[in-house]
């Protein structure tokens, strides 16, 4: 009765996508004991960063794959593999991420004229500049 109701409620058993087998590459070329001496053939249950590829990619059954586990292990320790492979990108220079963001257009230099009139405002009060300076309006009102 517990089945019964659990299917109800939830998708139906065979509903699930499967994908094809993967055939092991031990089985499909009859190799019965994996050297760790034989790194042609540890290569290809690794990734492109060393890393081990799981039974599910390889097609491996439970105990082929504790084999190339443990084999990739030790070639490891050995030193015939590496225990991770880099990859590397080229870096860009600082011009160029700088540059990233902007078109193509070229940034022209300020005028001396331009940045006098610019640095001369900032040094001016801001009465001289026709702004209001609201820390002493806010101050004024306070104390009425």
Do not use: C, W
């Not at 034989?38 to 060393?50: E, H, W, Y």
Request: net charge positive; hydrophobic share 20%.
């Amino acid at each position: 009765m517990a089945r019964a109701a659990s299917r109800k409620r939830g998708m139906a058993k065979d509903t699930k996508r499967r994908g094809k087998k993967k055939t092991s590459i031990l089985s499909a070329e009859h190799i019965e004991y994996v050297d760790y001496k034989d790194v042609d053939l540890l290569k290809r249950f690794m990734s492109d960063r060393a890393k081990i590829r799981g039974r599910r990619v390889n097609g491996n059954d439970v105990q082929q794959q504790r084999l190339v586990s443990r084999a990739i292990k030790n070639a490891r320790e050995m030193g015939l593999l590496p225990y991770t492979s880099r990859v590397t990108t080229q870096r860009r220079s600082r011009q160029e991420r700088s540059d990233s963001g902007r078109d193509d257009t070229e940034r022209r230099p300020r005028d001396d004229a331009e940045r006098r009139d610019r640095d001369d405002t900032e040094r001016r009060p801001p009465e001289d500049r026709g702004e209001r300076d609201t820390t002493a309006a806010s101050t004024e009102g306070g104390e009425e």
